[in-house]
């Protein structure tokens, strides 16, 4: 590091960084000590709001590498060549913890991914799970209340987590992924991240097909036990972010290979199930996974604050020739993301360094707090103009089929089957697997001050498997009738 001399905000040399200007030497501070006045004003500033949701988190940066040609698939420039290369962020999480919570928790790991193409930035916001709890937007905030402190004990609360997910049966498979040896990971390295929603590809033809994105980690799979989670947690609450820091920093580059599964319109037409339910998987019998790409992590962040912290992924960031799909969660979450960063970092955190695509950016918004770079300088500040300057491409995407009738549609008029895909999932555990799993849920449950609560999602559970709902009544101690 190159010695230097210690400034403040306006340049100018700080005379003395130890001892305020007083009058006298045991008399009072003076009022014209400014580099005093401007150093505890900054720091009175310093923290911004944490993220409402997956607060604590771990990042860095890498490159992902096409291996298999799939640009008959769509025209996106990042996917255009084998070998080619684009660089990337991953911030990996945990949903419900607050910034400094526990990383060794029971939860779902984030799993938010920043492209930085020729084209512009697409980001691919996932988790280490293929699916969600809930399928329609309007129930987020009310599912997240439950998850994170209780507004009178200002504790955690089992019996609201239960009370919700047995209102909502649609959670029961992403409950069983969460109550499963996956619910608590080692560290981030050994997660698979899914893009979980249906998104769609559109090629140089214009065409349109429906595809899921998947990342399965080169590391596999490892998992604590409750018990083994308590006794981490104990010695540290960092032992992700040690984990993924440590290994990139020695040169263990954590790798990922990148498939897509692939559904054309006509299909969706005809699957069993509601192709755009983000709680339940594609079956991978029918609809097989297309490798990709490799995904590396190999460059840790220099600054924590300036890289992660103001980092804002947003799944409205897409590029040319991916799209969003009628996904009623996804279509949520195009506002919410962009509106949440307005709020938590500002109107231009586009600017960010960290944020900012690494292709040209002609837009026509000006002003606002903190804008950092020119302004637009001399360009028009309107379109249409004189001069050419901010020309859409109208390169539509081809057209895509809509219902007519607005209403509010329940999703269970589409589709009831809350109980197959968990139910397969609970069959194909081992039997120590599926012990470990029981416990989880008997632990969790008996945490509940509600014995209908309780019996309400046994009942959920009894659906997806009687054996699996006759062990949890047992372990629990109640009748199911
Ligand atoms: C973060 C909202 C569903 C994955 C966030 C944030 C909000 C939010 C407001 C904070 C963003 C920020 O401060 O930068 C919502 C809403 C949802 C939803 C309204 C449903 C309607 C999901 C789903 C997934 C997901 C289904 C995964 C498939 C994430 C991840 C982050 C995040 C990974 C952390 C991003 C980061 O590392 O900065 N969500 N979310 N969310 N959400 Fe969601």
């Known amino acids: 590091m190159t010695k230097s001399t210690l400034t403040q905000a306006n340049g100018t040399p700080v005379v003395d960084n130890d001892n305020s200007l007083t009058a006298g030497p045991s008399g009072p501070i003076l009022l014209q000590d400014t580099w005093l ?12 709001p944490e993220r409402v949701v997956h607060a604590k988190g771990s990042a860095a940066f890498g490159t992902f590498t096409v291996t298999h040609d799939i640009s008959a698939l769509t025209k996106a420039n990042l996917f255009s060549e084998v070998g080619k290369e684009t660089d990337v962020l991953l911030r990996f999480s945990t949903v419900a913890g607050e910034k400094g919570a526990a990383d060794a928790e029971r939860d779902v790991r984030g799993f938010a991914l920043k492209f930085y193409t020729d084209e512009g930035n697409w980001d691919l916001v996932g988790n280490n799970t293929p699916v969600f709890f809930i ?4 129930k987020f905030p009310d599912f997240i ?28 498979h992403q409950v069983t992924i969460l109550f499963s040896d996956r619910g608590i990971p080692t560290d981030y390295r050994h997660v698979n991240g899914y893009g979980s929603h249906t998104y769609s590809f559109i090629n140089s033809n214009n065409e349109r097909s429906w595809v899921k994105f998947h990342f399965k980690t080169q ?36 790798r990922w290979d990148v498939k897509v599964q692939i559904m054309t319109e006509q299909q969706a037409q005809e699957v069993s199930f509601h192709p755009f339910d983000l709680t339940k998987v594609w079956p991978h019998g029918e609809f097989p996974l297309i ?8 460059r840790n962040p220099e600054n924590y ?65 903190m804008r950092g770079d020119d302004n637009g300088g ?7 103009n004189h001069y050419n300057a901010y020309v859409p491409t109208h390169e539509q995407e081809p057209a895509l089929a809509l219902e007519k009738a607005a209403l509010h549609y ?28 029981i416990q989880n849920l008997i632990a969790s449950l008996s945490e509940v001050d509600c014995e209908q609560i309780k019996r309400n999602q046994i009942y959920h559970f009894y659906q997806a498997d009687k054996s699996l709902g006759k062990a949890l009544a047992e372990g629990l101690g109640v009748s199911i009738g």
């Open 410 to 437: 329940d999703f269970r008029e589409y589709d009831e089957d809350y109980y197959t895909q968990p139910g397969n999932l609970y069959r194909i555990m081992d039997a120590e697997q599926q012990q470990r799993f």
């Open 219 to 254: 590391q596999g799979h490892k998992h604590y036990t409750d018990e083994e989670a308590v006794n981490v947690v104990g010695k540290s609450r960092e032992s992700s972010q040690v984990d993924l820091f440590m290994n990139i920093e020695e040169g263990n580059f954590p």
């Open 37 to 48: 006045l401007e150093k505890l004003a900054h720091f009175d500033r310093e923290r911004i």
């Open 135 to 138: 399928r329609d937007p309007l």
């Open 145 to 172: 209340h439950t998850q994170k402190r209780n507004p009178i004990t200002n504790l955690r609360s089992a019996t609201a987590a239960w009370d919700f997910w047995s209102r909502h049966p649609e959670s029961l």
């Open 291 to 298: 490798d990709v790409g490799v995904l590396e992590l190999n």
């Open 305 to 369: 604050f300036a890289e992660v912290e103001q980092a804002a992924f947003s799944p409205a960031n897409i590029v040319s020739g991916i799209g969003f799909s009628p996904d009623r969660m996804l279509q949520g979450r195009l506002f919410s993301y962009g509106d949440t960063q307005r709020y938590r970092l500002g109107v231009n955190h586009g600017q960010l360094p960290v944020n900012k695509p690494k292709s040209p950016v002609h837009t026509t918004h000006r002003d606002g707090s």
């Open 378 to 384: 001399k360009e028009p500040n309107y379109a249409p």
